[in-house]
């Protein structure tokens, strides 16, 4: 019998499950050995039956707490599908100030009522990742998530084996590249942290790698900060840099030095 694979959303663009909706050929591969019992994106069917859940999204409500526990009680293995899953996603960040505050910034031009204190939705959010609220298995990082990745992944899964995702910097593949290093030209680059597996897709085109695949097991921060002011990068927009997908390794961190603060 093949496994039952099913697929859930939470907050996020659905940009991951589009890049599975778009694998072409390679999903008639997939559907040979698996079944898709939930894919709210391509078909109506649902179940409850499955053994595989791949994730997307953030959690964000209590609502969205009792939905993936119960999610995770019904997989026998739960896979966090991209970075919103994974690390919070882009909207983590918003955990930084008050709903209040975020709403102002993002609609300046909005009533007073609607931005009133008395409005409930003007709690502090709480964008959680997947694996503060459940055990999450394994990983497909990235925003979007690579279609290869996830090929693979489904395929390692179905032979018993665990997935392998790279556990080295995107530095690697850019050297590998022949990539003329971003830091020589006066631009600010997250690779050193960043998990590679994109093949450095980012600085390949010139463009400033922003760690959507999270970061490496080890992080060498310091020495990442050094190489930045070595090449006189400002600070302010490193650590701005810094938290585009990434403010879950920071926001411990942040609130500790809040609480020292009062
Ligand atoms: S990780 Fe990126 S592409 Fe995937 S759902 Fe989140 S925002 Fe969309
Ligand atoms: S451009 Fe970025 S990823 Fe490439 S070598 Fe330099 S720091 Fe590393
Ligand atoms: S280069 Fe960096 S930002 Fe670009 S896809 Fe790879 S990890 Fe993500």
Same mark, same amino acid.
């Given at each position: 019998?093949?496994?039952?694979?099913? #697929?859930?959303? #939470?907050?996020?663009?659905?940009? $991951?499950?589009?890049?599975?909706?778009?694998?072409?050929?390679?999903?008639?591969?997939?559907?040979?050995?698996?079944?898709?019992?939930? #894919?709210?994106?391509?078909?109506?069917?649902? %179940?409850? !039956?499955?053994?595989?859940?791949?994730?997307?999204? %953030?959690?964000?409500? @209590?609502?969205?707490?009792?939905? +993936?526990?119960?999610?995770? =009680?019904?997989?026998? +293995?739960?896979?966090?599908?991209?970075? $919103?899953? &994974?690390?919070?996603?882009?909207?983590?960040?918003?955990?930084?100030?008050?709903?209040?505050?975020?709403?102002?910034?993002?609609?300046?031009?909005?009533?007073?009522?609607? +931005?009133?204190? %008395?409005?409930?939705?003007?709690?502090?959010?709480?964008?959680?990742?997947?694996?503060?609220?459940?055990?999450?298995?394994? +990983?497909?990082?990235? $925003? @979007?998530?690579?279609?290869?990745? #996830?090929?693979?992944?489904? !395929?390692?899964?179905? &032979?018993?084996?665990?997935?392998?995702?790279?556990? /080295?910097?995107?530095?690697?593949?850019?050297?590998?590249?022949?990539?003329? *290093?971003?830091?020589?030209?006066?631009?600010? *680059?997250?690779?050193?942290?960043?998990?590679?597996?994109?093949?450095?897709? $980012?600085?390949? /085109?010139?463009?400033?790698?922003?760690?959507?695949?999270?970061?490496? %097991?080890?992080?060498?921060?310091?020495?990442?900060?050094?190489?930045?002011?070595?090449?006189?990068?400002?600070?302010?927009?490193?650590?701005?840099?810094?938290?585009?997908?990434? /403010?879950?390794?920071?926001?411990?961190?942040?609130?500790?030095?809040?609480?020292?603060? =009062?």
């Amino acid at each position: 019998m093949k496994p039952k694979v099913a #697929f859930f959303d #939470f907050a996020s663009c659905e940009g $991951c499950q589009l890049q599975i909706a778009n694998l072409e050929e390679q999903i008639i591969d997939v559907l040979d050995v698996v079944d898709i019992v939930a #894919f709210r994106e391509i078909m109506t069917d649902d %179940s409850e !039956s499955y053994d595989i859940a791949f994730v997307e999204g %953030s959690i964000t409500r @209590p609502i969205d707490e009792k939905r +993936i526990k119960k999610i995770r =009680k019904n997989a026998k +293995i739960l896979v966090a599908l991209g970075a $919103c899953a &994974h690390l919070g996603g882009v909207q983590k960040l918003g955990n930084q100030w008050t709903s209040k505050e975020n709403l102002k910034h993002v609609y300046p031009q909005a009533s007073s009522m609607v +931005i009133s204190d %008395s409005n409930p939705f003007f709690e502090k959010p709480k964008q959680k990742a997947l694996d503060e609220v459940v055990k999450v298995d394994f +990983i497909l990082p990235g $925003c @979007p998530i690579d279609k290869g990745e #996830f090929v693979k992944l489904v !395929s390692a899964l179905l &032979h018993g084996k665990k997935p392998s995702i790279p556990d /080295y910097s995107v530095c690697v593949e850019c050297k590998k590249a022949e990539n003329e *290093c971003l830091f020589t030209i006066g631009k600010f *680059c997250m690779g050193p942290l960043a998990r590679a597996g994109c093949g450095a897709i $980012c600085p390949t /085109y010139g463009n400033e790698c922003e760690a959507c695949r999270g970061y490496v %097991s080890h992080p060498h921060e310091n020495a990442h900060f050094a190489v930045l002011e070595k090449y006189g990068l400002d600070p302010d927009e490193i650590l701005h840099r810094k938290t585009m997908f990434t /403010y879950r390794y920071h926001e411990k961190k942040d609130q500790n030095k809040k609480e020292e603060a =009062k």
